[in-house]
């Protein structure tokens, strides 16, 4: 853990601040938001605590936009919505959410009410134990079962490369404390992965079981691309292994090419010249070839990372923010 982060002093509070902070991110949600407000209320109402809900709209190109701005307008007291000027990723307006939230604890949501938000009584009675960040694991996926088999893969394939135990990467519904949240927001990554961010500063991380339905309107805005793509950043993020993994590969191929020249001379000079073997040679050809593209592609992952920090381009552009002022 980075020291200077670790020994960060937490942030001044107001004393009308909430105790939770709900941040959801809206993406063409407009078929399920009706069906989120109704039930996503009720529940924060009867947790008996001050709270407020984070709605991060990220370009959405449907009515989600005007939805979100006619719930503010029911209950401004409790409801504040970010607007983007575009589309940026559910992640960085997660981090957007972050930076504006005012709760000692924070708890992320979708808003395709596939984790029930009655759950997130859940994650606050496991925080009451003294946990710093809770992460959830889905009860029973409602997933076609490619996402459930590239999920486990994937979960293997991270956990092996960087060190960080996290049951289900891919459930959006986890409890952080206000502290983690303040260490993440003085990262200034482009792109990274908020569970293993918080997994790294968190002193006493738990996982707790939750409930998973089906997707109540619309469709999953992860394909089976930006499932690559966001494994991707996760693996280049924290860790440097698969850069390790390839140099020990080349040294390896080059020792066993080096005998296979030393064997062929000898050969040579034993048995004499010989005919045949060209398409072994070129089996051998084509593997080596093709494990230098792949290692220069890898070596791209990291080499791009860098392009988009050294840019310091923002996150993302805020054009209002609907909030009630104090």
Same mark, same amino acid.
């Given at each position: 853990?980075?020291?200077?982060?670790?020994?960060?002093?937490? #942030?001044?509070?107001? &004393?009308?601040?909430?105790? $939770?902070? +709900?941040?959801?991110? *809206?993406?063409?949600?407009? %078929? =399920?938001?009706?069906?989120?407000? #109704?039930?996503?209320? &009720?529940?924060?109402?009867? $947790?008996? +605590?001050?709270?407020? *809900?984070?709605?991060?709209? %990220? =370009?959405?190109?449907?009515?989600?936009?005007?939805?979100?701005?006619?719930?503010?307008?029911?209950?401004?007291?409790?409801?504040?919505?970010?607007?983007?000027? =575009?589309?940026?990723?559910?992640?960085?307006?997660?981090?957007?959410?972050?930076?504006?939230?005012?709760?000692?604890?924070?708890?992320?949501?979708?808003?395709?009410?596939?984790?029930?938000?009655?759950?997130?009584?859940?994650?606050?009675?496991?925080?009451?134990?003294?946990?710093?960040?809770?992460?959830?694991?889905?009860?029973?996926?409602?997933?076609?079962?490619?996402?459930?088999?590239?999920?486990?893969?994937?979960?293997?394939?991270?956990?092996?490369?960087?060190?960080?135990?996290?049951?289900?990467?891919?459930?959006?519904?986890?409890?952080?404390?206000?502290?983690?949240?303040?260490?993440?927001?003085?990262?200034?990554?482009?792109?990274?992965?908020?569970?293993?961010?918080?997994?790294?500063?968190?002193?006493?991380?738990?996982?707790?079981?939750?409930?998973?339905?089906?997707?109540?309107?619309?469709?999953?805005?992860?394909?089976?691309?930006?499932?690559?793509?966001?494994?991707?950043?996760?693996?280049?993020?924290?860790?440097?292994?698969?850069?390790?993994?390839?140099?020990?590969?080349?040294?390896?191929?080059?020792?066993?090419?080096?005998?296979?020249?030393?064997?062929?001379?000898?050969?040579?000079?034993?048995?004499?010249?010989?005919?045949?073997?060209?398409?072994?040679?070129?089996?051998?050809?084509?593997?080596?070839?093709?494990?230098?593209?792949?290692?220069?592609?890898?070596?791209?992952?990291?080499?791009?990372?860098?392009?988009?920090?050294?840019?310091?381009?923002?996150?993302?552009?805020?054009?209002?923010?609907?909030?009630?002022?104090?």
């Amino acid at each position: 853990m980075n020291p200077t982060l670790a020994s960060a002093p937490p #942030a001044d509070r107001h &004393p009308d601040d909430p105790v $939770l902070s +709900v941040v959801i991110p *809206v993406y063409n949600e407009e %078929d =399920g938001l009706a069906q989120l407000f #109704a039930r996503l209320y &009720p529940a924060l109402d009867q $947790l008996g +605590v001050r709270y407020e *809900v984070v709605f991060v709209n %990220d =370009g959405s190109r449907d009515r989600s936009p005007g939805i979100l701005a006619e719930q503010f307008d029911r209950r401004p007291d409790v409801t504040r919505v970010i607007l983007f000027n =575009g589309n940026f990723g559910q992640h960085r307006a997660i981090l957007a959410g972050f930076a504006h939230c005012r709760g000692e604890r924070i708890v992320t949501l979708d808003a395709d009410l596939q984790n029930p938000p009655e759950d997130i009584a859940t994650l606050l009675a496991k925080m009451d134990e003294g946990h710093d960040y809770v992460g959830s694991i889905r009860r029973q996926r409602h997933d076609v079962a490619w996402r459930k088999w590239a999920s486990k893969a994937m979960n293997r394939l991270r956990a092996k490369l960087t060190r960080i135990d996290i049951t289900d990467q891919g459930c959006m519904l986890r409890a952080y404390s206000r502290n983690i949240v303040s260490l993440i927001n003085q990262c200034g990554e482009m792109n990274t992965f908020i569970p293993a961010l918080a997994y790294q500063f968190s002193r006493n991380p738990a996982e707790v079981v939750v409930g998973h339905e089906e997707r109540f309107a619309g469709e999953s805005k992860y394909s089976l691309y930006s499932l690559i793509r966001l494994n991707f950043d996760l693996v280049t993020s924290f860790s440097v292994v698969p850069l390790q993994w390839f140099s020990l590969m080349g040294m390896a191929i080059s020792a066993g090419a080096g005998l296979l020249v030393l064997l062929l001379i000898g050969r040579r000079i034993v048995i004499g010249p010989e005919e045949g073997g060209l398409f072994t040679l070129f089996a051998i050809a084509f593997f080596l070839i093709g494990l230098a593209l792949f290692g220069i592609g890898l070596i791209g992952e990291y080499v791009g990372r860098i392009y988009s920090e050294v840019r310091q381009r923002p996150r993302y552009v805020i054009s209002a923010i609907l909030e009630q002022k104090r």
